[in-house]
């Protein structure tokens, strides 16, 4: 029996009037107009959702929106959601696909992604796929789709993939095939300028230049970090000292959406290093003793660049590292508990 589609995963949510004007941003999302795929790869909080909603709202290009989560593992309910996108848009496009997704069984990969190569090259005029949330799909079939989808030197589709974690791509050689433009967390970080127009925005009282600044640098320009410290504290004076006061909220949210949906030898890894201002393979090697068998210090700490999971690299070579302040408060404190 055919499912039912949840049509509100094929809207963008609304740009709110409290947005942060990010001009420099939107500028390299138009760079390379004719590529045909944009990365936007940052941990939970850091904004990428919205700035695409935003750069969407701005662009003469027809787009289409798809949001997925676990339940679109499965390549025909995947594919369904694209197909419906794309046909709110091109009422007539995909229909060889529509058919084939009909069928009790799909055909084979190669033939399947064929069929979808074909009909992408078939739509009216070009257009921007979106896949928000993309961190979700793990299923083989689709990442080999996709992959091969972003081969097509001439594809009238410029994919836009959102993701907690970098996708499963060749990246390093679509980066120079394509021009790939890529925008993570070092870009998506606030500037001080921006926290503030940020802050005397959503926040009811006055604050000094100052005090917006310290908090910034506390949060290591992390969106929600600023969002979930307001939202705490609304009531009173945002101040360094009053942070303190709504860490609370912005540990459970590490917690909930960053640390307990890590494999149980990264949550080892992360915690027995929790302690530490700075760390690299070397050093974690003395200090990590893992209860999960066959993990490896260097398969976790390639695990965490890859998830971008709040860690900075210090260095050009990416030696050392240290935690987001609030990520290792985080970490600090369930380390101590258990």
């Known amino acids: 029996m055919e499912s039912t589609l949840i049509l509100a995963k094929l809207h963008p949510p609304l740009v709110s009037s409290e947005l942060i004007e990010r001009p420099a941003l939107i500028q390299l999302l138009n760079l390379n107009p004719k590529r045909n795929f944009t990365l936007?790869?940052?941990?939970?909080?850091?904004?990428?959702?919205?700035?695409?909603?935003?750069?969407?709202?701005?662009?003469?290009?027809?787009?289409?929106?798809?949001?997925?989560?676990?339940?679109?593992?499965?390549?025909t309910v995947f594919l369904r959601y694209i197909v419906t996108a794309i046909q709110q848009i091109f009422p007539e496009a995909c229909s060889d696909l529509a058919q084939v997704l009909?069928?009790?069984?799909?055909?084979?990969?190669?033939l399947l992604t064929a069929i979808v190569i074909n009909e992408l090259s078939q739509l009216p005029e070009p257009m921007?796929?979106?896949l928000d949330d993309y961190h979700a799909i793990h299923n083989k079939q689709i990442l080999h789709l996709i992959e091969r989808l972003l081969n097509q030197p001439q594809n009238r589709v410029h994919l836009v993939i959102i993701s907690r974690i970098d996708p499963l791509l060749p990246l390093p050689r679509l980066r120079l095939q394509q021009g790939l433009v890529e925008i993570r967390r070092q870009e998506l970080r606030l500037s001080d300028q921006e926290a503030e127009a940020f802050l005397q925005t959503?926040?009811?009282?006055?604050?000094d230049s100052?005090?917006?600044?310290g908090l910034n640098h506390h949060v290591d320009g992390w969106v929600a970090g600023l969002l979930l410290a307001v939202l705490s504290r609304q009531k009173l004076d945002l101040t360094l000292d009053s942070l303190g006061k709504a860490q609370d909220f912005i540990?459970?949210?590490?917690?909930?959406?960053?640390?307990?949906?890590?494999?149980?030898?990264?949550?080892?890894?992360?915690?027995?290093?929790?302690?530490?201002?700075?760390?690299?393979?070397?050093l974690c090697r003395d200090l990590v003793q893992f209860s999960v068998k066959g993990a490896s210090v260097l398969s976790v700490i390639a695990h965490l660049q890859q998830a971008n999971l709040f860690i900075i690299p210090l260095d050009d070579g990416a030696y050392w590292y240290r935690y987001?302040?609030?990520?290792?408060?985080?970490?600090?404190?369930?380390?101590?508990?258990?």
């Open 40 to 75: 936007v790869s940052a941990p939970a909080g850091y904004g990428k959702t919205t700035l695409i909603s935003s750069w969407l709202v701005k662009q003469e290009t027809t787009y289409a929106w798809v949001s997925l989560d676990d339940f679109d593992n499965d390549p």
């Open 102 to 110: 009909q069928a009790p069984d799909l055909p084979s990969t190669d």
């Open 128 to 130: 921007l796929l979106v």
């Open 202 to 207: 959503t926040s009811a009282r006055h604050l």
């Open 210 to 213: 100052d005090t917006i600044i």
């Open 251 to 282: 540990i459970n949210y590490l917690f909930t959406e960053v640390l307990i949906q890590q494999p149980p030898e990264v949550q080892e890894f992360l915690l027995q290093t929790a302690f530490v201002d700075r760390f690299c393979a070397d």
């Open 324 to 338: 987001n302040h609030l990520f290792q408060q985080m970490l600090q404190q369930k380390a101590a508990t258990r």
